[in-house]
């Protein structure tokens, strides 16, 4: 019943609505005398984050049940992360996910096999500084010397 000519009319005007609706919608926002302030406070607020953000809470290093809380909201925020394209985010907090277990070998073991090679060789590097930092928040202890152990050795498998 319609023509090829009316349907391509019909689409082009569609096209041309939208983008004069478009350049509309842009003057009126930036015309807006809170546009600026909205977006400084914004980008204030995502710098602070961003500066802030690479420092995760650690739970309670003596409660055995806060531990595992946080070792099983660290793999799944990783993992998380990991789908959605965020590597860096996804190794940090799979990493602290490493310090915090109890047998940092065996997870290491599972997630070499897992991960591919370059997120777990990031993994790997990632592992001293995040237990250095659980050292300080007073994991002195049998969880701290472990993760130290366990990455000197885990390292040394994954260079050779």
Do not use: W
């Amino acid at each position: 019943m319609l023509s090829r000519t009316t349907i391509g009319i019909a689409a082009a005007s569609a096209g041309i609505c939208f983008i004069g609706y478009c350049f509309y919608y842009d003057r009126k926002r930036r015309s807006d005398p809170d546009f600026k302030k909205k977006l400084r406070e914004r980008r204030k607020l995502a710098k602070e984050e961003k500066a802030r953000g690479g420092v995760t809470r650690l739970p309670d290093l003596t409660n055995p049940e806060a531990m595992q809380r946080f070792f099983l909201q660290e793999v799944q925020i990783g993992e998380e992360k990991l789908a959605s394209g965020d590597i860096e985010e996804g190794v940090e907090h799979l990493s602290n996910a490493v310090a915090v277990c109890g047998q940092p070998q065996h997870l290491l073991q599972v997630l070499q096999q897992t991960l591919p090679p370059q997120v777990f060789t990031l993994l790997v590097q990632k592992l001293p500084s995040v237990g250095a930092r659980l050292a300080m928040a007073g994991a002195g202890g049998a969880a701290g010397q472990g993760l130290t152990e366990s990455t000197g050795m885990v390292i040394d498998e994954v260079v050779d």
